[in-house]
């Protein structure tokens, strides 16, 4: 048993370390092909506010946008968000961008904050050392994407938010993408697979809130938890709800989605709540979030006639990697 604890450790470090490695050279690729002047935005102390403060609506940011590189400054900014994300993830993130276009055409000119594409942030926090302590930042309107590496190794991919709208393009050339489709779809299907004894116990308000209930707070605070355990579904519905967490947790890359995952199996599949509020028919307004011992997560899609997406995934204690934080911290004042 105390081999195979230290077989699956030593395991874990090597699945940590590889994407820390990569992200750390794409980083510095990144950096190297910027000007002194467009450093000096996407470059932010590690231990700057700056790097949780973190947003999912419109409205200014900090960081270097894409709109202000040049064609080969972007495709490496390109290549470190994917030195990050799934395959599956970073086509999502990519495809929710190319939202902001299609909002730009339904809403015309004239607001605020435009409708651009190319208005997605990147920021660096520290130096990007393979064997270093830093993070990074790819942020814009419905889509934050935030990396913490501690000493070389990846601690965190949270907060990780995808929105999209719409959330399905219903007219024109583009008719019919979902970009969130499967986190829609599998809270359905779970919802609607329960019986109406474990229904009654699931669903918790007859309206879905307005927005995702954690909003953009720079830390969760876990509450009470609602909805049904998992522990008390058949062995379908268990296997749904874990299909739906894998949603979620598998937008980022491979290694960095089995670390997460093997934490959440680790606190108890079981003890994850599944909770759903509003309507169970397609196109009317819903909202669903599963908590668990170490993570939440949060789906509403109220606004725009129920055709306007919010999907978070939060860790409570590792967001922005806090818990790797402390026990470096902690070493340090060992030595």
């Known amino acids: 048993m105390k081999l195979s604890l230290l077989v699956a450790a030593l395991v874990c470090l090597r699945l940590a370390a590889a994407p820390a490695d990569e992200m750390a050279a794409a980083a510095r690729n990144f950096l190297a092909a910027l000007t002194d002047d467009q450093r000096s935005k996407a470059v932010f102390a590690f231990d700057s506010q700056e790097r949780d403060n973190w947003h999912f609506v419109p409205r200014e940011r900090n960081g270097l946008t894409v709109k ?7 495709h490496l900014a390109f290549a470190l968000l994917n030195s990050g994300m799934s395959q599956r993830g970073y086509a999502q993130a990519t495809t929710i961008m190319s939202l902001e276009q299609v909002l730009q055409e339904m809403e015309g000119p004239g607001r605020k904050f435009p409708r651009d594409p190319e208005l997605y942030h990147v920021s660096i926090f520290g130096t990007p050392e393979s064997k270093g302590t830093w993070g990074w930042r790819v942020e814009g309107h419905h889509l934050s994407v935030n990396f913490t590496v501690v000493d070389g190794m990846v601690a965190a991919g949270t907060p990780s938010f995808m929105g999209t709208n719409p959330g399905e393009i219903r007219t024109g050339r583009r008719a ?4 969130l489709g499967a986190e829609e779809d599998l809270g359905r ?13 699931a669903v918790i308000d007859a309206k879905a809130p307005d927005e995702i209930v954690t909003s953009d707070v720079r830390k969760v605070v876990p509450g009470k938890a609602a909805g049904i355990p998992l522990g008390s579904l058949s062995t379908s519905q268990r296997e749904l709800a874990v299909r739906l967490i894998h949603a979620y947790v598998d937008r980022l890359r491979g290694e960095v989605a089995s670390s997460d995952f093997a934490k959440i199996q680790k606190a108890g599949i079981d003890k994850v709540s599944f909770a759903w509020a509003g309507s169970l028919e397609k196109g ?9 011992p170490t993570f939440l997560l949060e789906y509403d899609n109220t606004q725009n006639d129920a055709n306007h997406v919010h999907a978070v995934w939060r860790n409570f204690d590792a967001d922005f990697g806090r818990d790797a934080l402390a026990e470096h911290l902690k ?4 030595k």
């Open 284 to 292: 009317q307004r819903h909202y669903y979030r599963m908590q668990g």
């Open 331 to 334: 070493g340090a004042h060992g």
């Open 68 to 74: 202000e590189m040049i064609p080969a400054q972007r």
């Open 189 to 201: 299907e779970l919802v609607t697979t329960l019986n109406p004894k474990q229904q009654a116990i």
């Open 176 to 179: 019919g993408l979902r970009v």
